[in-house]
């Protein structure tokens, strides 16, 4: 124990007599310890943020879209209650658009209506399901939603999104006012929540049930629509249903006319592109790593010249050459641990601000951390060896003719 002692504070006064060469030496391991914890750090923080956005839209849920076909135009509500009825699903959620719908809102006199934002009001055709089936926030500020009864007596309603809300109404609560879609009177019956995830178009959007926006604002059937199924145990049955009437109903064969999108298979790609990336950034990060590994032997292998006469009189009192291979690998050790956690402290410091710049929830992984740590050692170990074993061999009558 007392031998270890002493190794330990020879090794660390060595270093400290030294200090650019000590700093400059730790610095290579420094940079590739950084780049590994910020790179992976940040790396799966935005691929989780990315991940729960997705998860946002809905796990349990296909989405299906009409492609390059003539022979259909949309789909029906008859046809949409066909999907409704597959063993497994428990919604249906289509979707129209249209970019550019003449809004009309009362001015202060409530005598006239005032035209706004003639070419970018967006307004959405959508169903019930889209909001008691979507685990994207969706929620109700004011009001309430869209029901059922609204899309089958094709009710003159709509709900206005949040940021569409304060830019109109600034805050006003405008619930039972009148406004005019295309000249079409209709009834503000609630005001969303603010919708967060990937599918945000709805914050800046008025929503009216579909079969409104079909029949009475002539934006035609729905093209696209989100089946909302179960479980996931389902989805694979689900899925091969929905594909079977989609066929049927378009006349199509081999899967052409329509495109089925699994939000899961969508996760499960992005976790594969995130880890190829991470994977390759990690690589270079080790690359770098190596360097600084390059650089503690270099420096090793000067400190062994330097210090020949030093070794060549400790062997002619005695020490062993393990003692002096400890003595010089120890030093090395010490190097790459040192810079290994002013790495991982920068590292974790990177990450922290980075979240914040870049907007995803900061977390980090102990394994990781552990993972540097090791290479850290690692790279001490293997680039420690080769100017501990040359200090170790030295002839001490040879060192000694060296002073």
């Known amino acids: ?14 270093l400290k007599n030294n200090k650019m060469r000590t700093f400059l030496t730790m610095l290579g391991v420094v940079i590739g310890i950084t780049a590994i914890i910020s790179l992976l750090t940040i790396g799966e923080g935005v691929a989780n943020s990315v991940i729960n956005k997705i998860s946002g839209l809905g796990g349990n849920r296909l989405t299906v879209s009409i492609t390059n076909t003539a022979t ?11 999907f409704t009825s597959i063993d497994g699903v428990t919604g249906i959620s289509p979707s129209l658009s249209a970019g550019k719908a003449i809004v ?18 967006r307004v959405m055709g959508v169903s019930d399901d889209y909001f008691t089936a979507n685990t994207q926030n969706v929620g109700m500020l004011l009001g309430r939603s869209i029901t059922e009864d609204d899309i089958t007596h094709v009710a003159n309603v709509c709900v206005i999104g949040y940021n569409r809300w304060q830019r109109l109404y600034n805050n006003y609560n405008p619930v039972g006012e009148t406004i005019r879609i295309n000249n079409v009177p209709c009834t503000i019956i609630g005001v969303l929540n603010q919708v967060v995830g990937l599918d945000t178009a ?16 002539g934006m035609g059937l729905p093209r696209s629509f989100d089946v909302i199924f179960r479980s996931a145990d389902v989805g694979e049955s689900v899925k091969a249903e929905v594909s079977a009437l989609c066929s049927e109903l378009l006349n199509s064969r081999g899967g052409s006319g ?9 996760a ?25 590994g390059i650089g503690i032997m270099n420096m090793m292998l000067v400190t062994v010249t330097e210090r020949t006469a030093e070794i060549g009189l400790r062997k002619a ?31 974790v410091g990177i990450s922290y601000i980075a979240s914040i710049i870049i907007g995803y ?23 420690g060896i080769i100017p501990a074993r040359r200090a170790a061999k030295l002839n001490p009558i040879d060192a000694l003719r060296s002073t």
């Open 1 to 14: 124990m007392l031998d270890l002692l002493t190794t330990l504070r020879m090794s660390f006064t060595n």
């Open 72 to 82: 259909k135009s949309g789909f029906t509500a008859e046809e949409f209650d066909r």
């Open 361 to 383: 929830t900061f977390t980090y992984k102990m394994s990781t951390i552990l993972l540097a740590a090791g290479f850290s050692l690692a790279v001490g170990v293997i680039f």
């Open 258 to 266: 329509y495109s089925i999108v699994d939000q899961q298979e969508l």
């Open 104 to 121: 009309l809102i009362p001015n202060e006199t409530k005598s006239k209506y005032d035209e706004v934002y003639t070419d970018a009001q």
């Open 202 to 217: 709805a914050n800046n959007a008025i929503l009216v049930p579909y079969t409104t926006a079909t029949r009475t604002f």
């Open 268 to 292: 499960d790609v992005v976790l594969t592109v995130t880890d190829l990336v991470l994977g390759m950034l990690a690589g270079i990060a080790i690359i770098s790593l190596i360097v600084g």
């Open 317 to 347: 009192l005695g020490a062993r050459p393990s003692v002096i291979l400890v003595q010089f690998l120890t030093e090395a050790i010490m190097l790459s641990l040192a810079g290994g956690v002013i790495g991982v402290l920068l590292g």
